[in-house]
C-alpha cells in the first residue's frame, strides 16, 4: 500500500539568539491513506515542529529544513510557495491546541467558515454560508442555522474546537493534521472531540496525524503511533502492539510513569535526568544519558531505526524483549 | 478522634455579578454551594472535577484567600470564617498554597534563594534557621546548592515545581492545598513530583488539599476524594471505597471518559452530551439532571441530598441508595 505522507530524514535548524537550534534532526515518518497516526512525546520533542514542517509554516528565514516531505508522491519541500498555498486547507489542513486563539472573535462563525470555503473554492456567498451550515451540523452544532450567527466568545471551548474541526473539513482534505486538539479540554469534552475525529475519519476516508503528550487518548484512537524524543522518531508500530510491548527503552520508561496502573500509593517509575538541549547535532543515541540501559556503543553512534517484528521498528541497539508487558 | 485540621461546613461562596443595564435585577454565580468536609492530621484530601465545578475556589476559601458568602470554616478548631486582615497573618504561616504553573508563581527577576528567603523574612524567622531550613529542603527535593544563586528561566518545569513545594514546607505549615500541582508537567516529570509528594508526606506527615482534575493522580495519591459538579459535591468517599465503587452518574461518565492504555476500556464508553451548564441560574434540581443518562423526572424537582449509602460513602444522586 503506498503512504499517503512519507517523511524521510527531515531535519529542522532554527536560528535563535542563543544559536541554532536542532529541532528536529532526521525524522522518519509514513502515514497510510485512511489511518489515525500518533504521534506521542513529551515538550520539546519536536511533535509541532513535525506538523508545522508538513505544512512549511516556519519563517523560511530563520530556519532550515531538509530532508523529504512526500505528500501522495509530491515533493512538498520542492514545491514553489503558492502551490504550497494551494495545498494548506485543501489537501491537508489542520486543528490546533487552543482554538480560541485561532479564531476570529469579532467574526461570526459562519462567517469564518464560509470565507474561509469562498477563498479555496471560489463559491459565491450565498453557496458558501449554506456549506458553512452544512459543516456546522455534520460536526454536531445544532440548530446550525442559529450557531452559525454565534461569535466564538458564545460557544465553549469543546464547541469552538468543533468550529475549527468543521472549517479544517470544508474542502474535505486528505490528511487532517490535529495538533493537541483536546489538550485545553475536559476529559468529558474530550471524548466527545475524539469521536467526532474517529467518525469523520471513517466517512470521509481521511487521514488524521494526531499529535498528543497523551498515551490514553493515542491508545483509544490511533491505528499506529510514533514515538519521539529530543527530535527524532524513536519506534513507530502498531498501536495496540507498541503499548503492550514497547521495544525502546524511552517508550516503555514513558508508558510506565503513567499513574493508575499500580496501587494507590506506590511508587511511580520516573526517568531520570532530563531531555538534552538541542544546541548541538546529535552524535549518539539522544536518550543514552538516561538510559538504564545504555551501553558503551550507545554513546557512539545513533541507532538506525530496525524492524524488531511485524512492521515494528525501534531506533535502540539494544530493543527490549515483547514478552516482558510494558504496563503492569 | 481528634480535631480535624481544617473543617468545613455548609460553605457556600458567591459571587455578585454586575449587572449590565440599570434596573436589571443582580445575578450571582453560585461558584461552592453547600460544601461540607473535613481534613484529618496527616492526610491528603483529593478534590476532582471538570473546569468551572468550583474546586479551587474551595481551596482559596478554606485557606481565606476569599471572604465566604455562608457556612464556617474551622480551621484547627478554630472558627476563622470570619477573621479578617490582621487576625489572618498569623494564620497564613500555617497555611500554603502550591500553584499549577510555577513559573508564574515565582517571581522571574528574582533569585530561588532570595525568593525563598523572603517567605522566612515575611514571617520572622530567624535568618540563621531559615538558612539551614532551605538546604535541608533542597536536599529534600534533590535539588543542588547552587539553584540558590538561580532565577526561573533557568530551571525546568519540573525543577521549579519542587521549589514551589520546598517554599511551600519552609514554614512548617499545618495544611497545605495543593491546586492542580502537576498539570502543566509532562507524565514522566509529573511521576516524580508525585513520589517527591508521598516521600514528603510520610516524612512531615503532611496535611493537604491536592485538587485535581484528573482522576488517576487523585486516586494514586488521595486518601479522601470528593468529586465536585457545578459548585456541589456529588460524591464523596475514601479513595479505595471511591474508585472501587463509583455511585454517582456523573462520577461513573467521567471516569469512563478518561482514555486509558486498555484498548477494550472504550467499548464500556459513556459519551456525555452537552456542557457544563453555567453557575450563574442554576436550575432547582439536581445540576447534572441536564446531561445525565439516566435522569427521572423527580431528578429536575428536586436538588438530591448527600446521603451516607454505608463505608462513609456520600452520594448526592436520587437514584442512590
Avoid at chain 1, 539522544?286 to 531505526?305: D, H, N, Q, S
Avoid at chain 2, 492530621?41 to 471572604?67: A, H
Amino acid at each position: 500500500m503506498d503512504n499517503l505522507l512519507e517523511i524521510q530524514n527531515l531535519t529542522v535548524e532554527l536560528m535563535s539568539t542563543r544559536g541554532i537550534v536542532y529541532a528536529l534532526s532526521g525524522v522518519d515518518l509514513a502515514v497510510r491513506p485512511g489511518e489515525i497516526h500518533g504521534i506521542v512525546g513529551e515538550s520539546g520533542c519536536g511533535k509541532s515542529m513535525t506538523a508545522k514542517s508538513i505544512l512549511r509554516l516556519h519563517n523560511p528565514q530563520r530556519s532550515r529544513m531538509r530532508g523529504s516531505i512526500r505528500f501522495e508522491g509530491r515533493e512538498l519541500l520542492d514545491l514553489s510557495n503558492r502551490e504550497m498555498e494551494k495545498l494548506r486547507g485543501t489537501d491537508i489542513s489542520m486543528i490546533f491546541q487552543d482554538p480560541m486563539t485561532s479564531l476570529n472573535p469579532i467574526m461570526t462563525i459562519g462567517g469564518q467558515i464560509a470565507d474561509m470555503y469562498r477563498v479555496h473554492t471560489g463559491a459565491g456567498k450565498a453557496e458558501a454560508w449554506e456549506k458553512a451550515q452544512e459543516l456546522l451540523a455534520k460536526v454536531g452544532i445544532e440548530p446550525a442555522s442559529k450557531r452559525c450567527k454565534q461569535y466564538p466568545f458564545e460557544l465553549s471551548g469543546g464547541m469552538q474546537q468543533r468550529v475549527m474541526i468543521a472549517m479544517a473539513i470544508a474542502c474535505s482534505p486528505k490528511l487532517l493534521i490535529a495538533d493537541e486538539p483536546t489538550t485545553a479540554l475536559d476529559v468529558t469534552i474530550q471524548a466527545q472531540i475524539l469521536e467526532l475525529l474517529q467518525q469523520l475519519s471513517a466517512d470521509m476516508g481521511m487521514s488524521i496525524l494526531l499529535i498528543t503528550h497523551n498515551f490514553g487518548v493515542v491508545a483509544e484512537t490511533c491505528d499506529r503511533v510514533s514515538v519521539m524524543y529530543a527530535g527524532k522518531v524513536v519506534e513507530t508500530g502498531d498501536t495496540r502492539e507498541l503499548l503492550q510491548g514497547a521495544s525502546h527503552p524511552y517508550s516503555r520508561a514513558l508508558i510506565r510513569s503513567i499513574p493508575g496502573g499500580g496501587a494507590k500509593g506506590s511508587r511511580l517509575e520516573t526517568i531520570p535526568g532530563s531531555p538534552p538541549a538541542l544546541f548541538e547535532p546529535p552524535l549518539s543515541c539522544m536518550f543514552a544519558p538516561r538510559c538504564p540501559y545504555a551501553e558503551e556503543g550507545c554513546l557512539k553512534a545513533y541507532p538506525a531505526m530496525a524492524d524488531c517484528g511485524g512492521g515494528h521498528l525501534a531506533a535502540c541497539f539494544k530493543p527490549l524483549d515483547k514478552e516482558v508487558p510494558a504496563h503492569v | 478522634m481528634s480535631e480535624p485540621v481544617i473543617r468545613a461546613e455548609h460553605l457556600v461562596k458567591e459571587f455578585p455579578i454586575a449587572s449590565k443595564k440599570l434596573g436589571e435585577p443582580k445575578k450571582v454565580l453560585h461558584a461552592v454551594s453547600d460544601v461540607s468536609l473535613s481534613v484529618p492530621k496527616g492526610s491528603i484530601f483529593g478534590i476532582v472535577g471538570e473546569s468551572g465545578c468550583g474546586k479551587s475556589t474551595l481551596g482559596r476559601s478554606l485557606l481565606r484567600l476569599e471572604t465566604i458568602t455562608g457556612g464556617k470554616v474551622y480551621f484547627q478548631g478554630q472558627d476563622i470564617t470570619d477573621l479578617s486582615g490582621k487576625d489572618l497573618l498569623p494564620l497564613r504561616r500555617n497555611m500554603q498554597m502550591i500553584f499549577q504553573n510555577p513559573y508564574a508563581s515565582f517571581n522571574p527577576k528574582q533569585k530561588i534563594g532570595s525568593a525563598l528567603r523572603e517567605v522566612a523574612k515575611v514571617h520572622k524567622m530567624p535568618a540563621d534557621q531559615a538558612e539551614e531550613k532551605i538546604r535541608n529542603l533542597l536536599h529534600e527535593i534533590n535539588l543542588p546548592e547552587d539553584t540558590l544563586h538561580r532565577i526561573p528561566s533557568e530551571m525546568s518545569g519540573g525543577q521549579l515545581q519542587r521549589l514551589a513545594i520546598a517554599r511551600a514546607l519552609l514554614l512548617d505549615p499545618a495544611f497545605i492545598v495543593a491546586d492542580e500541582p502537576v498539570s502543566a508537567l509532562d507524565v514522566s516529570v509529573q511521576a516524580q513530583i508525585l513520589n517527591l509528594m508521598m516521600d514528603l508526606r510520610e516524612k512531615f506527615s503532611l496535611t493537604m488539599l491536592f485538587i485535581s482534575h484528573e482522576m488517576t493522580v487523585v486516586r494514586h495519591l488521595c486518601d479522601q476524594v470528593a468529586v465536585m459538579y457545578l459548585g456541589t459535591v456529588v460524591e464523596q468517599a475514601e479513595s479505595e471505597e471511591l474508585f472501587n465503587n463509583l455511585l454517582h452518574p456523573y462520577t461513573q461518565t467521567l471516569m469512563s471518559a478518561i482514555p486509558t492504555l486498555d484498548p477494550e476500556h472504550k467499548k464500556q464508553r459513556i459519551v456525555l452530551q452537552g456542557d457544563l451548564p453555567s453557575a450563574i441560574d442554576v436550575p432547582p434540581g439536581c445540576p447534572f439532571a441536564d446531561r445525565c443518562p439516566k435522569c427521572q423526572p423527580q431528578c429536575r424537582e428536586s436538588r438530591p441530598q448527600l446521603k451516607d449509602v454505608g463505608n462513609n460513602h456520600l452520594v448526592a444522586c436520587h437514584l442512590v441508595g
